[in-house]
């Protein structure tokens, strides 16, 4: 089973930036779509932004201008770097690939464990 390490979260100040990364830990063919979601204490989980293994990328509204997500193949990693960051931006922050193709097979809908942003006023 792939897993997704994740790391870059913590604490910040509204206005400031952080970074955001989620490696695929295993013997990796090929990735497909992969992504960013959030969920705000008391929320439901939501989309923040996804990326194609084409490089095109979609952002949901309250973060468009603001994240960019990435990824390096080479590295089985995205990235999501998150600016002028909000009290709303307050959230975990799960990366998700939709299919992945491994030494033991493919394997589809793989969650990170998720990563506490916080973000003071």
């Known amino acids: 089973q792939v897993q997704l390490v994740e790391s870059g979260g913590g604490l910040v100040q509204a206005g400031r930036s952080l970074t955001l990364s989620c490696t695929a830990d295993g013997i990796i063919f090929s990735i497909g779509a992969m992504g960013w979601y959030r969920q705000a204490l008391g929320q439901q989980r939501e989309l923040v932004a996804t990326i194609t293994s084409g490089d095109s990328t979609d952002y949901a509204d309250p973060v468009k201008g603001r994240f960019a997500i990435s990824r390096d193949n080479s590295k089985n990693t995205v990235y999501l770097q998150m600016n002028s960051l909000n009290p709303e931006d307050t959230a975990v922050y799960y990366c998700?690939?939709?299919?992945?193709?491994?030494?033991?097979?493919?394997?589809?809908?793989?969650w990170g464990q998720g990563t506490q942003v916080t973000v003071s006023s």
């Open positions: 998700y690939i939709e299919r992945i193709a491994t030494n033991r097979g493919a394997q589809s809908d793989i």
